[in-house]
């Protein structure tokens, strides 16, 4: 089953990230796990691309796409689309990670008002100048004790 993400594309992925930065898009960025290997992943769209998934194999590509996010720049020398393929799995939700990370950091994340959301999800904004992180996390009482100890949510 992980050769299928070995023949994933993600050098043209990576490619087509920085055409779009070097346009200047404006990029939407959610974080997810490959359901198959369970790989960091962040899915991309932009108003003239349609969502894609980029494969995360080191930390440094986060940081890309976030300096892209908040200062514009485009420079890529750190991230690279590949990595040691089927050897970096993570037990955890790597969107939650992302989600305290920016919480952590005093990033603004704005979260859309519980009652009015019935869905079992907390959905939560962060914007940028060059784009926005969405996040769409299945509402626990894990996270829901997490976000009210940090007053970003009234229960």
């Known amino acids: 089953m992980k050769e299928i993400l070995y023949n994933y594309g993600n050098t043209e992925a990576h490619n ?4 779009l930065m070097l346009r200047g898009e404006k990029l939407t960025i959610g974080f997810f796990n490959e359901d198959i290997t369970n790989y960091s992943c962040a899915w991309i769209e932009s108003k003239t691309v349609s969502a894609f998934k980029y494969v995360i194999f080191k930390e440094d590509n986060v940081y890309w796409l976030m300096n892209y996010l908040i200062n514009g720049e485009v420079e890529d020398i750190d991230a690279k689309p590949f990595g040691i393929q089927g050897e970096i799995e993570t037990e955890e939700d790597f969107q ?3 989600l305290k990370n920016f919480i952590e950091s005093k990033m603004t994340v704005q979260f859309s008002p519980l009652p009015r959301d019935g869905s079992g999800f907390v959905r939560a904004i962060s914007a ?4 926005k992180v969405i996040f769409k996390l299945k509402k626990t009482d894990e996270l829901l004790e997490y976000l009210k100890e940090r007053d970003f949510i009234l229960l």
């Open 16 to 19: 087509t990230i920085k055409k």
């Open 96 to 98: 939650l990670c992302m």
């Open 128 to 131: 940028f100048d060059n784009g």
